[in-house]
């Protein structure tokens, strides 16, 4: 069984930071792309930042600057480090891992954490 389990979400104010962690765990074999997306209320889930494995990231134009994605391939975890937050960040923010490939060589595709909510006050 495989899990993405996300952590680190919370309140926090306008210009603050905060880091989102996101593990996967099992009997892990590879994991490659991983990244974050987020939802607002009312509004279709975005992408915010991805990581491939090899370490090449992309990002929304509306986090360019302020957020850092990063990754520990030891550890099949990755981070999103979120600088200089503003109240239109406030979203459920989640992990995803494009293929995961177990130890038996079965694969899991476009697979999601649970969520963790950020929200950022004015």
């Known amino acids: 069984q495989v899990q993405l389990v996300e952590s680190g979400g919370g309140l926090v104010q306008a210009g603050g930071s905060l880091r989102l962690s996101c593990a996967a765990s099992?009997?892990?074999?590879?994991?490659?792309?991983m990244g974050w997306y987020r939802q607002a209320p009312g509004k279709q889930r975005e992408l915010v930042a991805t990581?491939?494995?090899?370490?090449?990231?992309d990002y929304a134009d509306s986090v360019k600057g302020r957020f850092t994605i990063s990754r520990d391939g030891a550890k099949n975890t990755v981070y999103l480090q979120m600088n200089s937050l503003k109240p239109e960040d406030t979203a459920v923010y989640y992990c995803?891992?494009?293929?995961?490939?177990?130890?038996?060589?079965?694969?899991?595709?476009?697979?999601w954490g649970q969520g963790t909510q950020v929200t950022v006050s004015s």
């Open positions: 990581i491939a494995n090899g370490g090449s990231t």
């Open positions: 099992g009997s892990i074999f590879r994991v490659n792309d």
């Open positions: 995803n891992a494009n293929k995961i490939t177990l130890n038996t060589g079965f694969v899991v595709k476009d697979y």
